[in-house]
């Protein structure tokens, strides 16, 4: 990201005052049982993108990130209905509750206050210039008349801070939140929602159903699932497998790693796992010393960034080809397709990053939008392999095969470009 | 003739008398060879043989010639930061801001040269001037400005690490053209018994030649000088700046030629080199190289680097969680500065210290105190 979200020195020290007086309050409002998880959470720096709600930590379970009421929803979720046009499915959702918003209808351009988690890696990178040219067509539509943007670098207080400044001084119709973790941003998320205007939050969820309308993609649980079970298929019982995570503590990155685990330990697959930071070198370094240590069948990944250091591995020490799951970011799919190796690139929905705006649309227009807005969630294929990658040529590696803005300006320039 | 009657022995003595040996300068190539390996600097060779040894009964995939060369080829790019780390140690000084430059270097290998092919040789040029950019600005900062070199690079460090984040947005990007990447990927091919010999090794051995070379030169004695006694160094007329900023553009250098064989090994990342200067004074002090200067072999550091990579293969073979890999090496750093500081005495002159004892039966005028010739005059 060249262009990074630039603030001005203003904007940046009345952060900073606002910062100053909650300082002291803004820890006190987390006062439930699960914020033990908070604190876990809050340290998360470069973290990939996150899911759904949960991070209630469950006695019971084997795992403290596992939750089996979570697992089989989501289970179930991976081949539920999907309302809606199939062509748009940043507008689809499972049906369920909706939120009345008869009450927000007006007319005229509002103002949307978007409090972004980061854009620290690939995957938030690539849903930002989405969302940005979604704004783009909104604002020609005169549905939206700007959209002030705060980047909190993975920092929750200072995320906290942003809701606040937006709260008293953002002058804001509407408030979009990515969080940056659950437990931490809930009360950010509960003072915008005590303002009585709409509240969009979406990619990470708080435990606060206050929001007018909260957007996800299924969840990691699902992510799990369809990655353990594609390997479990293609392997043998007592073959192993290196899962390379990106790092501890992020319960979306947990709940994927934990519905994997359960799978395998079902199976019989010897998976040792590794936190790698997303860091190539240290992608490398466990993997060819895993391969001294002897065979390696399957690769297994949280998140694809850095899939490509991991082939390489194999590569550079002249064994075969792992099974293995990546990502739909475009780098994993080249070097899969170069290499032919038996793959699955597992799909954290990127289009997400459309729907927020959409959202606002609907609301304004008084049109209901679901109090939960699940977004379809399904991997890429070997053989939707091709299309995918011929629908992205000229895309860099960093970008996201599922990003849903074909149809948006500035596509696909906007894009490349980046 | 001399008057042996005190420590402080009168200097009127004629230098034809025997001028006692230095200690390594005695015996034959067996004892010195003994003699060398007693010291930190010899004995982490000997460290490296014995946790190779361990390795490869802990793990007999080890004894494959072709995993072993893969493994130096991988352990190459940090074994010659280590090495840019000796000349700055060894002169007195720290430089904190190694892993920025590699991560630095990193990045501008992706952006700069990318997908062209003709960019490689001007990408290069370019990476090596802005490695030497930093590495003067680090030394003369430290040298002129006088201000301690632990703030200077760590200031250096964190104004890289900025830049890259201001460039990347933290996330990883395009990796350059693979004809550049090959540089540290690749090796000389179908070799017979080790079927590859990387390039990362060859550019270690050919940078590990230069070093030693270098280290007998007057420019290799006089850094050490200045890392044991830089007042009199100075006074002898060596311009401590130039000596100290040559150390920080060397360091620079190496660890910009570890970025291209990281950047090759790996891809772009803006965290590829992350607390590399960290491993880097770890593997130098655990070659048993002086904090604070003075002393040390350029090849030790080297070997500290392998021998620190096989401590952490061997704990990862033998189940120890790669999680403890900080603590192991906050460990080395503390335990080695410990022993080495006071081992290093084994290799040097008899200290005068322990010359009054000897007196009352070792007074014979031919054979003045060990040490004496120095004087205090």
Known sequence: MRTPIRRTFASTSSALLVLAVLAGCSTDDVDDPADTTATETTTETATEEPTSEESSPESGSDSEWFVQADYDEQDAQRSATFEGDESEPWLQYIDGEMTDTAKFASEGAKKVCFANASVSNPWRQTGFITMNQQLEALQDKGVISEMEVRDAQDDDNRQLADIDYFISEGNCDAFVISPNSTAALTPGVERACETGKPVIVFDRG???????????????????????????DNLEEGDKVIALRILPGVDVLETRWAAAQKIFEENGIEADDFFTGADPTEIKSYITDALNQGEVHGVWMDA???????????????????????EDEMSFLRKWEDTGLTGLAPVYSNFQWRTPLLAVEKIFAGEEVPKEWVLPQTPITEDERADFLEANDGMPDGHYAKFGGEDLPGFPEAWQDR | MSTPTTGITAITTTETAARPEIPRHQGGFGARFAAGMATPGGAVFVLVAVLLVSIMISNPNFTDPGALIRFAGRTAPIAIAAMGQ?????????????????????????NFIGDDQSRIVPGIALMLAVGALIGIVNGLVTTLLKVPSFIVTLGMMLALSGLVRYITGGAASGNPVDDFRQIGRGG??????????????????????????????????????????????NYSGA??????????????????????????????????????????????VLGGVLLGGGRGWVLSAAAGAFALELLFTLLSSLG??????????????????????????????????????????NSTPNQPTAGATTGEH
């Not at chain 2, 700055?88 to 630095?104: K, N, R, Y």
């Not at chain 2, 590990?208 to 006694?229: E, H, K, Q, Y």
């Not at chain 2, 090759?264 to 770890?282: C, L, M, N, Q, R």
Request: net charge negative; glycine share 10%; proline share 6%.
């Open chain 1, 304 to 326: 694809g960034d850095g899939a490509v250091a991991a082939i390489e591995a194999f590569e550079d020490a002249g064994v075969d080809y792992p099974v293995m799951t990546g």
């Open chain 2, 239 to 284: 311009p401590l700046w130039s000596y100290k900023t040559r150390a920080f553009v060397l360091s620079s250098l190496s660890a910009t030629v570890a970025g291209i064989l990281l950047v090759g090994y790996a891809g772009v990342h803006p965290s590829v080199g992350a607390g590399y200067e960290f491993t880097a004074i770890t593997a130098v």
């Open chain 1, 206 to 232: 708080v435990e606060t159903d206050c929001a007018t309308t909260f957007i996800h993609p299924i969840g990691g649980y699902a992510w799990g699932i369809d990655t353990a079970e594609f390997l479990v």
């Open chain 2, 320 to 361: 120890v969680p790669s999680t403890w890999r900080d603590t192991v090496q906050g460990l080395i750093i503390i335990v080695a500065v410990a022993v080495s500081a006071r081992a290093w005495q084994v290799g040097r002159r008899p200290r005068r210290t322990t010359a009054p004892t000897d007196l009352s039966s």
């Open chain 2, 86 to 110: 000796y000349y700055v140690i060894v002169s007195g000084e720290f430089d904190l801001s190694m892993g920025a430059v590699v991560a630095t270097q990193v990045v501008l290998a992706g």
């Open chain 2, 188 to 233: 000389i091919e179908d070799v017979p018994v080790v079927d590859i010999i990387p390039y990362p090794l060859i550019i270690l051995v050919v940078l590990a030649a230069a070093s030693v070379w270098l280290m007998r030169r007057p420019f290799g004695r006089t850094l050490v000088a200045i890392g044991d006694n830089p007042e009199a160094t």
